[in-house]
């Protein structure tokens, strides 16, 4: 084929590009509702000490519900607790769920939903929120004063971004009071089967030693069994790392209240060359490194290790419970377990001031006011408790300890038809502003076999604040290298654990050090002591 | 142009050559009007979106638009370069690309004309259908079997142990050198059966007279498939191989991701899973665009020089 | 066409012997852990949980099943999908079949340029977010169109046809067109029936895609009435995932193993495959010359 042709080809080709580039600069319009300036003038007028939703009169409204999750169950109208809320509010919901690629559609196409609920906290979603959202300060200000009364000081003052505004609300999230109060459930442990604590005579776990020495006994007397398991490992570090450390109270910060490298604290490595030791003789299985949480699972439901150390109790509620009626008397419980060789007390973590999931009200809303009104209303004593137990008199009732229990035949389906109860009930799911005091106010909102594990963790939790929020923004050269540490680390631990003699131990070390100074170390410390400044600030401390 | 001279030698112009041009084209309006809804079709649903590629460009997140998001021209580029994780990945990604290559390009086709040399023709369609039934199984599952039947007390070696081979069990999903044999190993038995199909396509359309003749002539059956059923196959093949060759720089993300685990991460992080971590899981949607355009890039060069090496082979024939 | 081996002497039989005995070989290395699949989705969740068996569980229930079937929107899910192969492969089919018989002419103008471009395609591209906001566009968005149009043509589909259609001898076309037959009646009545093999595989294959897929749903669909199986059993799956993570309800006792439900999936989405593949498996061996012509 002659140069003419294929220089022809060229040019149709570059004539192509050319239109597509053009056709791309096509702008788009913009659409949404009028934000702040939404008027409620003939709707209600404002009234600081009732719920705006109880005097708005405005017949319905929909708003459309972004939450950024494949799990989210969209589904409304049908079950007591969205039914309820339809009800009082006049509001429909639609929800659309998705994943940050969705997300961000919403954006590039200028299309947003009226809400939006996201999960990361480090996300610029979150951080640029100004933005894109409402602030709910003025919201409340202009359409329900009530706002205030419902929603946490401290809270509002850690969303606050930099023109002191805050745009987004957390559900769980626990202030320095619920720390104190004691109303917090604990969420991890170190428990063992009773049946074996209870033939080698109630041992003791609590020095190295003790725990090298009651693990042998234990694969001694019990051969099936593993000796010691912990959560899978995956890209993180399963149970083995902050947890651990919490476990074991290794300080936050250093003695200047500064950023303390956990991960290479005396204390905390002397533990794990323990666990090192057990690996070598034979204490620790290969498999649990390998393990994904599905396999996890299995065995935590079919016993198969002998102690645990367990993080997200509630989260393996379940499988332990399924053991525990499978094998009566072998039940999992917590009992103290490693401590700490230097006498520090354990500082347990649980949900912190962020809470898990930030729900915002977006420029585009097409009703601000009924937004604020739901938040209100989600956020109150009336909506927590039905969004976990459903309507006073209807499905739960106040029994004579005056602790909250669902009628029996809501309990007969909890137990036996759960689809059915999520359909027609949806208690616990629907958790927008949840907060783990409503939690305890029944004896049903966690399955038996953690209730001792909880019972144990009670006054070992320590608040994190200081420690939240505090990692490099997304997309900077320190996140990068942050993200690579953590690989690292992941690998690290695991390989320090699994080091076949103490040389490898430490060179194993020694190599993860001289990562952390290979890769921008100083800079993210400094970061780190940055945004802990302004985190203490936020805290008032 | 040759010079001899001539009453037609004379070169057409640019005008002529143009008016040429739509005058052939207008005579094969028929045929021209099958391939132009696949033009347009294409033009439409990929080559507008294209512009999305100027992402590589730009600082994007989550909440940017493309005319908001601020132009760093190379920036990314050079990020990457100069990130030696990535070239790490690199390297596993064309490791395991090419031992899946070496092993598993051959296998569906000795596959394929075992299946084809079946004369029961019950047996026949029971081992096609069978063989590619492990194609719908998903990773998630597959690699959680893996993880089951790799353990200590797992069926592997269980049986290593009973044959003698080790004497003590060994998780080998924990060793990173094993890591590129595993995922290859896992991925032709998911994908060899399902590979076959296209070849059978192929010899179905053989003429049986030709292994009459070949028969008549002497050939034995080994002959008989190295001389007819292998030159029919030739196209099909290199198709396959150019393809497969252009996709070197590609992997299976879902196998990555549940496969890989704290120790064998070293051999195991390709370059999609590196790029899943750094990009995605961190709102950087350049990064990953970046990425995507530079490998696409490359799968293009690769594209067209193994189609050039396959061309030689195939008597000067193109498939493209 | 069928492989007839003739008259089986001894170099014939050995061969067979080695070849059904590695086929064999190979049938146990897949039908032992597909077995392993089929039997644990009948499992219970105890005897999943225990794990440790190949043939056969210590417990058999239908629970995983009835955990998927529980939902009554299957049923209409189950009608979508089937939709949507059906329209879904058979457009695709011809469209890239014609547009590959176009192709494979030697002297159509622009041939190099269409082939360009449409490689291109095979290895550009702009990105889930420019595509989206084209569907949306396009007004395609919560459409059952959105199943079918975008997925009309693949180049890799019609590189595989064209090779195909190159290989039909030019003598059968030349006859028609003498004949007075023009493009359109030769590629109808003389290619396609002649090319079975290939379409019946890019039928295959596309029809492979369109019921396994659930990402178009997941991205450009919020409407459940159009959700198709595959996205309905996804979401299942996922929501069994997110019971443990979100300690539903306190005491309820998850019945069913995520594993397990996935494992019933596996199985639900195949059969109908495996229904359909032997039925599929004549047009593989039709296409015979059609009064053949000796070259």
């Not at chain 1, 709910?136 to 023109?163: G, H, I, M, R, S």
């Amino acid at each position: 084929m002659g140069t003419a042709r294929k220089n022809k080809t060229k040019i149709l080709l570059m004539l192509l590009m050319a239109v597509v580039l053009v056709l791309s600069a096509c702008s788009k319009e913009k659409s949404g509702g009028a934000g702040l300036n939404t008027s409620i003038e003939d709707r209600y007028t404002l009234d600081p000490n009732t719920p705006a939703w109880k005097l708005d009169t405005k017949e319905s409204t929909t708003l459309t519900w972004y939450v950024n999750a494949d799990w989210w169950n969209s589904d409304y109208g049908n079950d007591v607790v969205t039914k309820k809320i339809k009800e009082d509010l006049n509001l429909d919901i639609t929800f659309i769920t998705g994943d940050d690629t969705k997300l961000n559609t919403f954006f590039a196409g200028d299309d947003m939903p009226d809400l939006i609920s996201v999960f990361d906290s480090n996300s610029s979603i979150v951080q640029k929120a100004d933005t894109w959202a409402l602030p709910l300060n003025d919201l409340a200000e202009k359409y329900d004063p009530y706002f205030n009364q419902v929603a946490a000081q401290d809270t509002l003052n850690w969303f606050q971004l930099a023109d002191g505004k805050t745009y987004g609300y957390p559900n769980y999230s626990n202030t320095q009071a619920d720390y104190e109060q004691g109303t917090i459930p604990a969420k991890t442990a170190f428990v063992i089967r009773k049946d074996v604590y209870d033939a080698l005579g109630q041992p003791d776990f609590s020095t190295p030693e003790q725990f090298t020495a009651t693990l042998q006994a234990i694969k001694a007397q019990f051969p099936e069994l593993i000796p010691f398991g912990f959560n899978s490992i995956g890209t993180g570090t399963g149970s083995l790392g902050d947890v651990f450390q919490d476990f074991i109270g290794v300080p936050l910060t250093d003695a200047d209240g500064n950023h303390y490298n956990r991960n290479l604290d005396e204390d905390y490595l002397t533990w794990i060359s323990t666990l090192n030791g057990a690996y070598r003789g034979g204490l620790i299985s290969d498999d649990s490194f390998a393990d994904d949480g599905t396999a996890f699972e299995e065995k935590v439901k079919s016993g198969k290790y002998a102690t645990m150390m367990l993080d997200g109790t509630p989260q393996q509620g379940g499988n332990l419970q399924i053991f525990a009626s499978n094998n009566e008397g072998k039940e999992y419980i917590a009992i103290d377990g490693p401590q700490s060789t230097v006498g520090n007390s354990p500082t347990l973590n649980q949900s912190g001031i962020t809470g898990w999931m930030i729900s915002f009200i977006t420029n585009s809303n097409i009703d601000p006011a009924k937004s604020i009104q739901l938040f209100t209303y989600l956020l109150s004593e009336e909506g927590q408790m039905l969004m976990n137990y459903g309507i006073e008199g209807e499905t739960y009732e106040i029994n004579a300890e005056g602790k909250v229990a669902l009628m029996p035949e809501v309990k007969e389906m909890q137990l036996n038809n759960a689809d059915q109860f999520k359909k027609e009930y949806r208690f616990g799911e629907f958790m927008f502003f949840g907060h783990d005091r409503h939690k305890t106010l029944s004896d049903d909102a966690f399955p038996d076999s953690i209730k001792q594990m909880q019972e144990w963790g009670k006054g070992k939790l320590v608040p994190h604040f200081i420690l939240e929020n505090i990692n490099p923004d997304q997309g900077t050269a320190e996140a990068r290298s942050l993200s690579a540490i953590n690989t690292q680390w992941n690998t690290t631990l695991v390989s320090l654990i699994r080091s076949k003699d103490d040389a490898t131990f430490n060179s194993v070390l020694e190599e993860y050090k001289q990562f952390l100074n290979d890769n921008n170390w100083d800079a993210i410390v400094s970061i780190y002591n940055e945004k802990m400044a302004r985190n203490k600030e936020k805290l008032g401390l | 142009m040759s010079k001899a001279s001539g009453y037609m030698s004379e070169k057409p112009t640019m005008g002529q050559r143009f008016k040429q041009f739509f005058v052939d084209f207008a005579r094969q309006w028929e045929i021209q009007s099958m391939i132009w809804p696949g033009v347009i079709f294409m033009f439409i649903f990929c080559y507008i979106p294209i512009y999305g590629l100027t992402i590589a460009f730009k600082r994007y997140t989550v909440i940017d638009r493309l005319d908001t998001a601020p132009w760093v021209a190379f920036e990314n580029f050079e990020i990457i370069m100069k990130d030696k994780f990535f070239w790490e990945s690199v390297v596993n990604t064309l490791g395991i690309s090419f031992l899946k290559l070496a092993i598993g390009f051959i296998v569906p086709i000795i596959l394929a004309i075992m299946i084809y040399e079946v004369s029961l023709r019950g047996f026949k369609k029971f081992v096609q259908t069978i063989s590619y039934l492990p194609h719908f199984l998903s990773w998630i599952v597959l690699g959680g079997m893996l993880i089951n039947w790799f353990a200590t007390t797992g069926l592997f070696n269980e049986l290593l142990l009973a044959l003698g081979i080790i004497d003590e069990p060994r998780n080998i999903l924990l060793d990173p050198d094993k890591y590129w044999w595993i995922a290859t190993l896992s991925d032709i038995w998911k994908e060899a059966g399902w590979g076959t199909i296209l070849y059978l396509a192929v010899m179905a359309k053989i003429d049986p007279t030709y292994y009459e003749a070949a028969k008549i002539d002497g050939a034995n059956r080994l002959k008989q498939i190295w001389h007819i059923t292998i030159p029919n196959m030739k196209l099909m093949i290199s198709l396959n191989l150019i393809l497969t060759i252009s996709g070197l720089l590609g992997s299976n993300l879902d196998q990555t991701l549940v496969l890989m685990n704290s120790q064998n991460r070293e051999k195991a992080e390709v370059i999609n899973s590196y790029v899943y971590r750094m990009g995605m899981t961190q709102g950087d949607f350049s990064y990953a665009t970046a990425v995507g355009l530079g490998v696409s890039i490359v799968s293009v060069i690769l594209l067209v020089s193994a189609n050039a090496v396959t061309k030689r082979l195939n008597d000067n024939q193109s498939v493209l | 066409m069928e492989r007839k081996i003739m008259r089986k002497d001894w170099d014939s039989r050995v061969f067979d012997t080695i070849n059904i005995t590695c086929l064999s070989i190979v049938l146990i290395l897949i039908l032992v852990p597909l077995w392993n699949v089929v039997i644990s989705s009948f499992s219970s969740s105890k005897a999943l949980a225990e794990g440790g068996f190949i043939f056969w569980p210590s417990e058999l229930s239908l629970e995983n099943y009835r955990a998927v079937f529980r939902d009554d929107s299957i049923g209409q899910s189950f009608f979508i999908s089937v939709a949507k192969t059906v329209i879904g492969v058979l457009t695709h089919v011809l469209f890239c079949a014609m547009v590959a018989y176009g192709l494979s002419k030697s002297n159509v103008r622009g041939r190099k340029f269409y082939v360009t471009m449409g490689v291109i395609t095979m290895f550009f591209s702009g990105g889930m977010i420019p595509t989206y906001l084209l569907i949306k566009s396009l007004g395609l968005l919560n459409s059952f169109w959105v199943y079918i149009i975008p997925a009309l043509l693949s180049f890799y589909d019609v590189i595989i046809l064209m090779n195909f259609f190159r290989n039909v001898p030019s003598s059968l076309e030349e006859s028609a067109k003498i004949d007075g037959a023009g493009d359109w009646r030769v590629f109808l009545s003389i290619f396609i029936p002649l090319s079975m093999p290939a379409m019946a595989t890019i039928a295959m294959f596309n029809g492979v895609n369109q019921w396994n897929d659930f990402m178009t749903t997941k991205l450009y669909v919020t409407n459940e009435a159009l959700y198709p199986l595959q996205m309905k059993l996804y979401e299942i799956i996922v929501q069994s995932q997110t019971q443990s993570m979100q300690n539903i309800g306190g005491s309820v006792i998850i019945e069913t193993t995520t594993k397990g439900v996935q494992l019933a999936t596996i199985v639900i989405t195949t059969l109908p495959i495996v229904a359909i593949y032997p039925l599929l498996q004549r047009y593989f061996i039709s296409g015979m010359m059609l009064g053949a012509v000796k070259e």
